[in-house]
C-alpha cells in the first residue's frame, strides 16, 4: 500500500550529512573560559568546544557557532582547575540533553578514559534523582558532583577537548549511535520483555509543557485505539520504561519531538513522524539513518489549523481521517 507523495516531508530543517571515522580531538595547555567556550590566550575561539547547531536561514543552510570567534581578552584571568574534560554546554532538556550534552562523551567509551573533573560552565545542581540525567551519567561512570561550575575568565590548564559526534541539524559521526546504543543497553541491563506487535503512538497530550501543543490528540488517541494501536504517554514514564517500551515494540508513531530521541538507543526500528511545514528536522534524520530505522515523514498539515493568537497552538480537524492516513502508513511500512 504507497503513500501519496504529497503527504511526504520532503524538505529538511537543516541538513543531515553521516560522516564516518572518529570525530578530532584536541589537547590545551592554556584556555580561557569565555560565552561558555573555550578561548586560547590569544583570545581565538576552541571551535569544538562550543555550541553549534545547523538551521536554514532564507532557504540555504547555516552553520550556526553561538560564541564569537574571537574576544579582546582585557582582564587577567582567575585561576581555574586543571587536567579535566571539556563536557561544555549542559543542555537539561531531554533532547537536547541526548543531543548535546552527550556529544562529547564518545571519548571517554572508545578510548576508556576517566578523568576528576568535566567542565560544563552553566551546569546547575538540580533535584533530579531517579531521573533521565543521573540514570545516563551512572552508565558513563560521571557523578554529578565532578561537574564542575565554572566563573567566566577562568584560566584551565591542560584541558581534553573532544570534537562533538553528533551536531544538531547539521551532521554526526557513525561512532555516536555506538555510543547511544552502549548507553541504552547498560540502563537496560539484562532486560529481556516480552515482543509487542501493536504499534505505539506517542502521545503528547498529557505533557505538562511542550514547545507544541496538538488540542484534539485525545480524540486521535482514541480513534487510533479503536484501531488496534496502543497509546503512550512518554512524560509520565521514567527513563527506564521508555526504553523497554522501545525495546517490546517495534512501529511507533507521533507528532515530531523529544520523545522520538529514545530511537537513539536502539536500531532497525520503524518510525513514523507526524510533521506539517513539509519539513523534518535533520536531527531526527540523522538518528534514524545512523541508526538504520525505517523511517517515514508525514506530513499532516491537510489535518491542522493553526491557532491565530498562539502559533505553536494546532488544532486537529479530522482526528478520523488523520487516524486513516496513519493506519495507511503502518501498513505500507510493515
Known amino acids: 500500500m504507497m503513500i501519496n507523495q504529497s503527504f511526504i516531508c520532503r524538505n529538511t530543517f537543516g541538513r543531515s550529512l553521516i560522516l564516518r571515522g572518529e570525530p578530532s580531538f584536541s589537547h590545551h595547555n592554556n584556555s580561557i573560559l569565555l560565552h561558555d567556550s573555550l578561548y586560547t590566550l590569544g583570545g581565538v575561539l576552541v571551535e569544538n568546544s562550543t555550541y553549534c547547531a545547523g538551521e536554514n536561514l532564507q532557504g540555504a543552510f547555516h552553520y550556526h557557532v553561538y560564541a564569537p570567534r574571537t574576544v579582546f581578552l582585557d582582564h587577567p584571568p582567575t585561576e581555574g582547575p586543571a587536567d579535566c574534560f571539556w563536557l561544555g554546554y549542559f543542555h537539561d532538556h531531554f533532547g537536547h540533553f541526548l543531543t548535546s550534552t ?88 539484562k532486560y529481556s520483555g516480552t515482543e509487542h506487535h501493536r504499534p505505539v503512538f506517542l502521545s503528547r497530550h498529557r505533557a505538562a509543557s511542550t514547545t507544541r501543543r496538538y488540542d484534539g490528540e485525545d480524540a486521535l488517541g482514541a480513534v487510533l485505539e479503536k484501531l488496534g494501536i496502543e497509546l503512550c504517554y512518554p512524560e509520565s514514564l521514567s527513563i527506564e520504561e521508555q526504553l523497554k517500551l522501545w525495546a517490546s515494540h517495534s512501529t511507533f508513531i507521533g507528532f515530531s519531538g523529544s520523545a522520538f530521541m529514545n530511537a537513539a538507543f536502539f536500531q532497525g526500528k520503524t518510525i513514523i513522524v507526524l510533521n506539517h511545514d513539509g519539513y523534518i528536522f535533520g536531527t531526527q534524520r540523522m538518528i534514524d539513518e545512523s541508526c538504520h530505522h525505517k523511517a517515514l515523514y508525514l506530513d499532516v498539515d491537510f489535518f491542522l489549523k493553526r491557532e491565530e493568537i498562539d502559533p505553536n497552538r494546532y488544532v486537529i480537524t479530522d482526528p478520523e481521517g488523520l487516524a486513516a492516513k496513519i493506519v495507511k502508513a503502518v501498513r505500507s511500512l510493515t
Open 102 to 189: 552527550l556529544q562529547r562523551l564518545w571519548y571517554l567509551r572508545h578510548h576508556k578514559r576517566r578523568y576528576a573533573g568535566y567542565i560544563a560552565p552553566n551546569y546547575r545542581s538540580f533535584h533530579d534523582e531517579g531521573g533521565f540525567i543521573v540514570k545516563i551519567l551512572d552508565s558513563l561512570k560521571i557523578d554529578r558532583s565532578q561537574i564542575l561550575s565554572l566563573p567566566e575568565n577562568s584560566l584551565l590548564k591542560n584541558i581534553d577537548v573532544a570534537e562533538p559526534s553528533f551536531i544538531e541539524n547539521s551532521h554526526c559521526y557513525d561512532v555516536w549511535s555506538h555510543f547511544m546504543r552502549d548507553i541504552g543497553q547498560r540502563i537496560l541491563g
